[in-house]
């Protein structure tokens, strides 16, 4: 998510708590009568006139169908926005544009992650955080792994994209994050059992 | 520029899924309102909705159900507001390595007891981490050897590296 669509969910939903609750506080104040001085009787006929009125369908419908359109795009966007493809690096020359698929770069580094054993189930991906482009990859710790060699491989991995990045000059900075859960298996930390016979 | 590896990874906040509610109500607002028009204009069978609504509200007075509808408006328009303000929740502790490496409260677990279950002399290990501590607690068959030290050792030696959280040790003893 990008921080302007955080922005507008939050303020979306500030507008929605400032609608219930001043709908809320003239209904209680319409029956204990504290501050305003409303009628005792709901009367709906202004209201129902317009409603009823030949214009009203049209400018109704007009008005609910662009706000379901937005309402539509605006749920499109919290379905994430992946970050950078591809990335131009400056060694481009006259002779050749040079681009690497970050995709595949991804991929890799979370391939090679996973050969050092500590980590399970990596995965890659690119994302756009603040102009640079973050190759991010998800894993779960090992059931045994060993913490020096989850350091190693971890810093091993990120370093080797670091410097690959560094030697080939992208467009926009490139940087590596791991992020690990808990080992997968309900069975982590469980013995195993060997039978003797 | 802010440093990426600064950056906490944190989950969706609350206000995304207010703000999918929000999205839903429009777009049914729209199904609605295209439905009143082709009701109006004779394209589909039926009754409109809107005036049906608004004769049912006529002449109604303020009676104790106004109060009470007015009264849980204003509390969901409170937690509205609360889930709209709250921060999204941190999903990952960082660790002191240099690589730009963050941990799951259950992955930091998992390595302190993978440490732990090593020691001779333990019979079971359970740890479980805060977000500021990793508490350990340990079964073993006697601490005549000084496990609890040896358990402390380990994890300061182990974890130190990965983590400034504080490390809490609780050996219980079984008979052998």
Not at chain 1, 6 to 17: E, K, P, S, Y
Not at chain 2, 18 to 43: F, K, N, P, T, Y
Request: aromatic letters at 4%; glycine letters at 8%.
């Amino acid at each position: 998510m990008t921080r302007t669509l955080t922005v507008l969910d939050r303020a979306a939903g500030i507008v929605l708590a400032v609608v219930l609750i001043a709908t809320g506080l003239l209904a209680l104040d319409w029956h204990f009568a504290l501050v305003l001085d409303l009628p005792d009787t709901l009367r709906t006929g202004a209201v129902d006139d317009a409603v009823t009125s030949a214009w009203w369908p049209w400018v109704f419908a007009g008005v609910a169908v662009v706000l379901g359109l937005v309402g539509l795009r605006w749920l499109v966007a919290h379905l994430g926005r992946p970050g950078e493809s591809r990335t131009r690096l400056a060694t481009s020359n006259e002779t050749g544009r040079l681009t690497v698929d970050l995709g595949s770069l991804a991929s890799v580094a979370a391939e090679r992650l996973e050969q050092t054993g500590t980590v399970t189930d990596v995965r890659g991906r690119t994302r756009t955080v603040r102009g640079r482009t973050l190759v991010e990859l998800r894993g779960h710790v090992g059931t045994y792994a060993d913490v020096d060699d989850l350091i190693e491989a971890t810093g091993a991995c990120v370093r080797e994209v670091s410097e690959a990045f560094d030697a080939a000059q992208p467009s926009t900075p490139v940087t590596c994050r791991v992020l690990l859960s808990a080992p997968r298996s309900k069975r982590a930390g469980r013995a195993d059992r060997v039978r003797v016979s | 520029m802010k440093n990426v590896a600064r950056i906490v990874p944190r989950a969706r906040p609350a206000a995304a899924g207010l703000a999918a509610l929000v999205a839903v109500l429009w777009i049914a607002l729209a199904v609605v309102a295209v439905r009143e028009l082709a009701v109006d204009q004779g394209w589909a069978t039926g009754s409109p909705w809107l005036p049906a609504v608004l004769d049912a509200l006529d002449g109604r007075t303020a009676d104790v159900l106004a109060a009470v509808v007015g009264g849980v408006l204003v509390l969901l328009g409170l937690i509205t507001l609360y889930l709209a303000l709250k921060p999204g929740r941190v999903t990952h502790l960082s660790t002191t390595t240099e690589a730009d490496l963050w941990l799951t409260r259950g992955a930091l677990a998992a390595l302190a007891h993978a440490v732990v279950d090593r020691q001779p002399g333990v019979v079971s290990v359970h740890a479980e981490t805060t977000r500021r501590r990793v508490r350990v607690h340990v079964v073993a068959r006697d601490d005549r050897g000084g496990l609890e030290q040896r358990v402390r050792a380990a994890l300061g030696e182990r974890l130190g590296p990965l983590t400034r959280q504080r490390v809490d040790v609780d050996v219980t003893e079984v008979a052998r």
